[in-house]
Every structure is written in C-alpha cells, then in structure tokens.
C-alpha cells in the first residue's frame, strides 16, 4: 500500500500497512509505533503537538484530519495521552 491508502484505510477504519506508515483501523501510527491518531467515541482524534520527525511531520501527519487531542504528548511517547 501507498501511504495515501493506508490514510484511506485509517478513515474508513480498516487496517493497512505501507512501508514507513500502519493502522489497525482503531489508530494511525508513523514508522509503526508513533501514533498519530486514534478512532475515539466515532471522531478522529489527532495527536497535538511537535511530531516526530521532519517525515512524519511533512508527510505522515498531512491528509490525516480530525479534532487535535486536548492533551500535548511528548514527541518521545509512543502513544498519545488520552
């Protein structure tokens, strides 16, 4: 898959998995452990905050719309605090 599909696959809630990007079709992760959204309560929510990487940042995080999480979680964690 293309990263453009697994974003697909993320909104459509079904998993997917290119090289650098992965869902399981509950959450978005970047190089398959930094999330970078999570299905919540049927809204998407987006992690806020610096993202990991220049490439996460210019090309993993675009495309991937929701509402950005009330909590900032450190760009080390892997998960987003929720």
Do not use: C
């Amino acid at each position: 898959m293309t990263n453009s599909q697994v974003k697909l696959a993320f909104a459509n809630q079904q998993p997917g998995s290119s090289s650098n990007l992965s869902t399981d079709g509950r959450s978005i992760k970047s190089y398959h452990w930094w999330e970078i959204a999570r299905w919540i309560d049927g809204v998407i929510v987006t992690r806020k905050g610096k993202a990991y990487s220049m490439t996460t940042a210019s090309k993993h995080r675009p495309g991937v719309y929701g509402v950005e999480a009330a909590n900032q979680t450190p760009t080390g964690q892997a998960d987003m605090n929720l």
